[in-house]
Structure formats: C-alpha cells, structure tokens
C-alpha cells in the first residue's frame, strides 16, 4: 500500500507578510501586494508593477536574496513542524524549486565587468540552481539528500511531487520541500521582451487582462509519511494525497490551446489521490493573466469538470508570479484553504473572459468547506504539475 503523505510544517514569505498568519489574513481580506518596482531600476524599460518582499530576511551578507527567501521559509517550516533532535539529520531532506537561483549575484558581477572594473568571483558561487538547496540545508541543519528542481515556472510544485516520491521510496523520513525565487532584472527583462508583463496590476481570468506582474517569495512545507508523523506526535495540516506532471511538447513559451495535458496531469494527480473531479471543493489555479495561459487554463477546468466547475482562484492577482516559487507558495495557501475552510479570492478581475469558471471568487476570500483542492502550475515548455491536498483526517 502506497504510504499516505501529510504536511507537519509551513514556512512562507512573500509581498503580503512573513508567516501563514500575515499571509491568511491578506487572502480573506484580499489585499493585494503588488506594487510599483524598487529593487532595481532598469535601463530604457518601464517601472512595471512587482509583488516585492519590503524588507529581505535575514542580515546582508551578500547571499542573493532568493537564497535569503529560501532560508528564511524553510527555518520557519522547521520550526512549524516542531522536528526533535530525534529526527536524524542524515534522513532530512531537501527538495528547492527555483528558476533564478544567484542570478542577481551574477548579474552585479556582470555588470561590473561591463563598466570595465574589478568584478569578484564570489558574486558567481551562488549562481547554480542547488546552491539554494545547500543554502536552505546547511541553514536548518538537513543533512540528507538535496536537490534542485528547475521546471521553469511549475518548480515549487515539482519539488513537492519530488519530495512525496522520495517519502515514498524511503530515501528520507522528512522532507523539507518548496521553492524561492527573488525579484532580479534578467527575469524582468526577459517577461518584457515577449510582453507578458502588465502596466498595471494583474486581472486573471478577465476579459481584458494584459499580462502579469512578477513576484518573489520564498515557501517551504514539511513533508513526511502518516506513520513517522504520527509516531512523532506531530501537527498534520493537511494531506498531500496525489501530484502529477505532463509536458505539452507544444512550445517553448506557450500552452498548447487545447489543454490535453493539462487535463492529463489532473486526471493523473486526482487517481493518485484515489479521487474524482466531483470531490474537488476548489481549484488554486495557476492563472497568470496572459491572454494565451488563461484561456487554455478554462479550456482544460472545462474538459475536466464539465459544466460544474468547482471555485476557481488565482492567488498571482494578490502575490505576483514567484516563478519556481509559485508552484510551493499556491499548494501552501491550498494547505491553509483545506485546514481552515476557506476559499481565497482573485483580485482586479471584473469582467471573466468568455468561457472562465463559472465560480470565480471575486474580491474576498467566502467561507466554505474544503475537504479536497487542487493546486495547478504551468510552466514554459508546456511543463505541467498538479498537486492535489485533502483535509487531514478525511
């Protein structure tokens, strides 16, 4: 029998707050943290709208601020989970997401050479993607396997299929599984260049959105089976009963139209969880608001649902898209719309685009039971992943 897989541990920051607290109460009230650029200020560019973190955690010494993100979630999901000197650290593993990596690093170093100075080799220690990885390890003490996922923009869900497969395999009794990623200027630049950002804040799913704004955060989850949680007397805030990936094969920036794999890593992640589309209570959408991602989105929520689409939801109109973050931050407000019985809002969007979910949640987080959601990530290249959460104990 395949071991059940349960979350003991949350730790998250990002443009609303540090803390499931700060970020829960942001959600009900829907209160956007999207706001003008200030990180950087980049040359012959508009100052687009971010979904920036105020202040970076942790002291200044020099670590590229995804690594700062990564660090400061994970400890907190460390501490969240209460793990005892009696869980070895040889079994702790660690499973990051991340798209960026130390690229801000680097590209400090690049532009000093550029201007013709002296530019530090310690600037590119930290550019590989697992130097997140070693980061978040060395920073909580994990001593076990660590790995990085770089998917694109489906990550931080990926680190958490990755992490549930490892549990499963018994190459690890935790998992401390997520994703970061800082707000730094190639991935800016790069958005512009294929003119997927917005001048404005986000409105996924509407009629007239424009594109998205991009975010940083950092969002970790403990994982480990049923049995070890229990036998540590452990917290359970959910359960991750099932994930998935496809890969469209389609484009290396846009979803194939017709959503078929989409649909596919739904399907898959739903069996996975010994579950049906009609015991899905709410869907954490990936909705970017890209004309393109949005609409093939609603195309495959229709193929899988039919006419009764359960409540949609895009948290990117509140926190940006965190690129290899994403995937981890979404499961993470999923873990808190399971837990506490709510559906968390879109914002911004006023007039659904033809064919939307019928049951967008608009404005303000409603109340609801939630025994059963999903959580969606797509990424360029067509990499699709599904994670799907179930109430603890149900």
Known sequence: MTAKVVVTGLGVICAVGRGTAELQDALRQGRSGIRPLSRFTPKEVPTLPVAEVAALPGPDDGRPSTHRLA????????????????VPRARVAVVVGTTTGGIGNSETWFMRKLAGEIAPPELLFD???????????????????????????????????????????????????????????????????????????????DRDRAGLNLGEAGAFLVLETEAHARARGARVHAELAGGANTCDAHHMTAPAPDGAQVVRAMQLALTQAGARPEDVAYVNAHGTATPANDAAEAAALARLFGEVVPPTSSSKSMLGHTLGAAGALEALI???????????????????????????????????????AMSNSFAFGGNNAVVVLRRAGS
């Open 71 to 86: 660090m400061a979630a994970a400890a907190d999901a460390v501490a969240d989970a209460a793990l005892s000197a009696r």
């Open 127 to 205: 550019h590989p993607a697992v130097t997140v990885g070693h980061a978040v390890a060395a920073h909580v003490g994990a001593e076990g396997l660590c790995l990085a996922v770089s998917t694109a923009c489906s990550s931080g869900a990926n680190a958490l299929i990755t992490g549930m497969d490892l549990l499963r395999a018994g190459v690890a009794d935790v998992v401390l599984a997520g994703g970061a990623d800082g707000v730094c200027q190639l991935p800016f630049l790069g958005f512009n260049s294929l003119r997927l950002l917005s001048d404005a804040p986000c409105r996924p799913f």
């Open 334 to 372: 999923t873990v808190l719309a399971v837990r506490d019985g709510f559906l968390p809002p879109t914002v911004g969007t006023e007039t659904p685009l033809e064919g939307a979910p019928p049951d967008l949640v608009l404005g303000r987080a409603r109340d609801a039971d939630v025994p059963l």
